[in-house]
Every structure is written in structure tokens, then in C-alpha cells.
T-cell receptor, first 113, second 114 residues
Framework: KAGVTQTPRYLIKTRGQQVTLSCSPISGHRSVSWYQQTPGQGLQFLFE???????NKGNFPGRFSGRQFSNSRSEMNVSTLELGDSALYLCASSFDRSNTEAFFGQGTRLTVV | GESVGLHLPTLSVQEGDNSIINCAYSNSASDYFIWYKQESGKGPQFIID?????DKRQGQRVTVLLNKTVKHLSLQIAATQPGDSAVYFC?????????????FGIGTKLQVIP
């Protein structure tokens, strides 16, 4: 059974650009959550999607957005990139919304220059 | 406000000894707590969880203890091995308005000395 797949693994963008990251959950999983991880900050929750609807949202500006497709694959988008957006973006999938056992992907390392 | 924090950012343990990683939380309404392990270059990996109505739960070589009186959570790893070297995160999950909200701690780096 394939794990959570995130693409791309690494990305370099310049300030002001926008970026789209992709996450394919484990087959059968319907809940997808996104997190930002930076040194010293730990994991910060971005948002959660279930059945193509955003169910929960963390404290991030509107530049951060996402969506989920009917096959549960999810994308997140960051517009007008800032240097501080450089981080590891992690996606986690779980079977349902209880989130007791979420499976994380390896993440996308975004560097903004 | 809500917060999940860790007492020690780095923990060095001799191979074969037991490791204890601690975590303090502030939200008494949390439903359950989760420990994750993150190795270098990888995403976090679920280790074990415990519901708020329990005070102890055991897994393979790991035990999680929950003390709701002092809002403290710990992860005990028995017979620590080099492969246990990683960053360990505690997380608390709370049902807020019908939505699940997970808050992670900053993490503790466990270094196993051979």
C-alpha cells in the first residue's frame, strides 16, 4: 500500500511568486491536513480537508489556500511568496476525521529567495 | 491560550538505557494526545496515542503516561536503540466546534550514544 506522496520534494521560488504543492493521500483515506514546519517552530497546522471541503483552518494569512479533489488528492497554494514562507510543508492523511493515526508524507521543502 | 510545550529540547541517552521525553500541555479539553517521531529527511511517524480518559498506554518498547492533574504527558522508550535517534513531537487533539484541532509541540531531539 503506497504511503502519502507529496510533490515536488524540493522547490525554490522567488519572492512575490506563487506556488502549488500536491499531496496524494493513502488510498481510501479521505481526510488530508497540511502543516508548515520551520526550525524552532515545530509543526503548525494550516488546514484540513475532508470530502472536498475545508473543515478546519489554522492561523495563517489568506495567501495560504488549498483544495481537495474528488479522489481525495489535495493541493495547497501560497501566493505572493515571502522569505518567511520558506519551510517544510507536510501533508498528513487519515481514514476519517478522528485523526487518531495520521500518516505523513515526506514533505515539500520550499525555499523562497 | 492553548499550547503544547516540551521541557527539554535535546536529550542524550546511552544505548540500552531507557529514555523519557516530557511534554506539558495547557488545554484540559483535549480529547487525546499523540506522540510522533520524525527522522531526518522524513515526515513525522505516528508512535502511540492516548485518550484523555486513560493514564497509561503501552506499545512495543514505548509507554505513554498522562497526568491530567498537572497536564503532563511523557513518552518512555525502553532499551533505547540508535534507530530511536530522532525528533519526538507530542501533539494534543481537541474537538472544537465539531472540528478536530491538532496542536504540536516544538519537539525534543533524542540522541542515542552508542
Amino acid at each position: 500500500k503506497a504511503g502519502v506522496t507529496q510533490t515536488p520534494r524540493y522547490l525554490i521560488k522567488t519572492r512575490g511568486q506563487q506556488v502549488t504543492l500536491s499531496c496524494s493521500p493513502i488510498s481510501g483515506h479521505r481526510s488530508v491536513s497540511w502543516y508548515q514546519q520551520t526550525p524552532g517552530q515545530g509543526l503548525q497546522f494550516l488546514f484540513e480537508y475532508f470530502s472536498e471541503t475545508q473543515r478546519n483552518k489554522g492561523n495563517f494569512p489568506g495567501r495560504f489556500s488549498g483544495r481537495q479533489f474528488s479522489n481525495s488528492r489535495s493541493e495547497m497554494n501560497v501566493s505572493t511568496l515571502e522569505l518567511g514562507d520558506s519551510a517544510l510543508y507536510l501533508c498528513a492523511s487519515s481514514f476519517d476525521r478522528s485523526n487518531t493515526e495520521a500518516f505523513f508524507g515526506q514533505g515539500t521543502r520550499l525555499t523562497v529567495v | 491560550g492553548e499550547s503544547v510545550g516540551l521541557h527539554l529540547p535535546t536529550l542524550s541517552v546511552q544505548e540500552g538505557d531507557n529514555s523519557i521525553i516530557n511534554c506539558a500541555y495547557s488545554n484540559s479539553a483535549s480529547d487525546y494526545f499523540i506522540w510522533y517521531k520524525q527522522e531526518s529527511g522524513k515526515g513525522p511517524q505516528f508512535i502511540i496515542d492516548i485518550r484523555s480518559n486513560m493514564d497509561k498506554r503501552q506499545g512495543q518498547r514505548v509507554t505513554v503516561l498522562l497526568n491530567k492533574t498537572v497536564k503532563h504527558l511523557s513518552l518512555q522508550i525502553a532499551a533505547t536503540q540508535p534507530g530511536d535517534s530522532a525528533v519526538y513531537f507530542c501533539a494534543e487533539n481537541m474537538n472544537s466546534g465539531g472540528y478536530q484541532k491538532v496542536t504540536f509541540g516544538i519537539g525534543t531531539k533524542l540522541q542515542v550514544i552508542p
